[in-house]
């Protein structure tokens, strides 16, 4: 199994260029399946969790031609089978994302239940009640979400008990080509539920409202090929920017967008470092110790749940006591005691996690147990001292693209290892 060697204390500075964000590249994705046409996606970032839903295309008989290293062609036309299986599903819970598609297009699905994961249970329920309210059959059963539905789906007034990234994107995809109008109330308003309405705009969809917390659908007949680029990702920027301040280093991320990190931007700047940013690029330079902060996960545009981790590091390090609460996952603190392996001095109480600063984090041994996590790990080698070993680095290749080959390029001295 694959592992990351990191040797501590060396500053990060430099340009370091954003890939697409993974959590737009796979609705995007999946969202082909509704098109009757050949469709172009750009700025995929390179990544396992791409390469899973490319594969879980093929397998629904949906292949792609690879027209780059970033850009793929999407062959949507056929479709020989309309199962998602628990073998690929299991490795990537956001094969969900099929459920909707198929429903809409192809009148039926069978998809692998996603199951509990590492960060929570993370129920399916609001996507299967939204379906059903569209007029889908649905039963659940031997673990596979078995789907069908006569002619076409109905609009519906779909109001969500709880705001749901892949809930909303499952049903808004669903709602493209259902007969009339649909309204999402509660809807998640993430920019990457807004990239994927634009996607699907481009398309030929007519959704209104991406962005607030109130979508309208106008379903329509089909959906037309075309071409779109995947919006850069918000989650990868957050991560090199912690990484920047905790070594004390100067960062510019390029090709990223700040108007989507408001809320960490703001927790950055209160850690004490030094923000300055333009149309597409962010440059953070460090303070000589962060300040701690506190932390409150909820939904967009408040405090991402997905840049946790990374602040509870950035907290271990700070010059006093700071705290982070998770409000979205119930089981999202596993880095606690991975870092407290480093000499972090955190204590859990319930959802939160108070953080006693320390001057020194110190290398040692450490499991990434989800992807958020590992990226916290990995900022806490990057500044403990002596070498610090990332294990179980298949967590980290699901969400950041080259990540090694980023850092090193910003001074870093960090190593894939097998
Ligand atoms: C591929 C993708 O985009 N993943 C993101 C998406 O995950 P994902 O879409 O799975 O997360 P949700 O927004 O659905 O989850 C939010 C909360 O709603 C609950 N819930 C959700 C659906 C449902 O049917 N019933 C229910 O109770 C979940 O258990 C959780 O407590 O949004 C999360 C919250 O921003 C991010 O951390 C993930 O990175
Ligand atoms: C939790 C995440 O992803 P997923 O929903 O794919 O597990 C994430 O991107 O941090």
């Not at 920017?241 to 700040?258: I, S, W």
């Not at 000499?343 to 989800?370: R, Y």
Request: aromatic share 4%; charged share 20%; proline share 4%.
């Amino acid at each position: 199994m694959q592992k990351l060697v990191i040797t501590g204390g060396n500053k990060l500075h430099g340009d370091v260029v954003i890939s697409g964000a993974k959590n737009a590249a796979l609705p995007i994705l999946m969202a082909s399946l509704l098109a009757t046409d050949d469709v172009e996606i750009s700025n995929v970032p390179a990544l396992q969790d791409v390469r899973t839903s490319l594969k879980l295309l093929a397998d629904l008989g949906v292949n792609s031609t690879v027209l780059g290293p970033n850009s793929y062609l999407i062959h949507p036309q056929q479709l020989t089978s309309h199962i998602a299986s628990y073998d690929l599903v299991k490795t990537m819970r956001a094969s969900i994302l099929v459920l909707g598609p198929l429903l809409a297009r192809h009148g039926k699905a069978q998809v692998s239940l996603p199951g509990g994961c590492a960060i929570g249970a993370r129920p399916v329920n609001l996507h299967i009640e939204g379906l059903r309210q569209m007029g889908a059959e649905i039963t659940v059963d031997n673990g596979y979400i078995n789907a069908h539905v006569e002619g076409r789906l109905q609009g519906a007034n779909l109001l969500m008990d709880t705001v749901s990234v892949t809930g909303t994107e499952n049903l808004m995809m669903a709602a493209t080509l259902a007969e009339g109008v649909t309204v999402i109330e509660n809807a998640a308003c993430e920019p990457e539920v807004v990239d994927l309405a634009n996607f699907l705009n481009t398309l030929g969809a007519d959704i209104r409202g991406a962005g607030t917390d109130t979508l309208e659908i106008h379903g329509v007949a089909q959906l037309h090929g075309g071409a779109y680029a995947v919006q850069p990702d918000r989650i990868e920027t957050g991560t090199f920017l912690v990484a920047a301040l905790v070594t004390g280093g100067d960062v510019t991320c390029k090709n990223t967008d700040p108007a989507m990190l408001d809320a960490v931007l703001k927790k950055l700047t209160e850690a004490g470092a030094t923000i300055t940013k333009g149309d597409d690029w962010i440059r953070l330079q460090a303070p000589e110790r962060a300040k701690p902060v506190n932390i409150i996960t909820a939904p967009h545009p408040a405090f991402p749940t997905d840049m946790q981790a990374q602040f509870c590091t950035l907290n271990a390090l700070a010059e006093g006591t700071g705290w982070v609460r998770e409000t979205i996952f119930e089981n999202r603190f596993m880095h606690v005691p991975e870092l407290q392996r480093m000499g972090a001095k955190i204590e859990l109480e319930g959802n939160t996690a108070i953080c006693h600063g320390v001057e020194q984090l110190n290398g040692a041994q450490v499991m990434c147990t989800d992807l958020r996590a590992s990226a916290s790990l990995v900022i806490a080698g990057l500044v403990a001292k002596g070498q610090t070993t990332v294990e179980r680095i298949y967590h980290i290749d699901r969400g950041y693209e080259s990540i090694e080959k980023k850092l090193t390029a910003l001074g870093a001295t960090i190593e894939r290892q097998n």
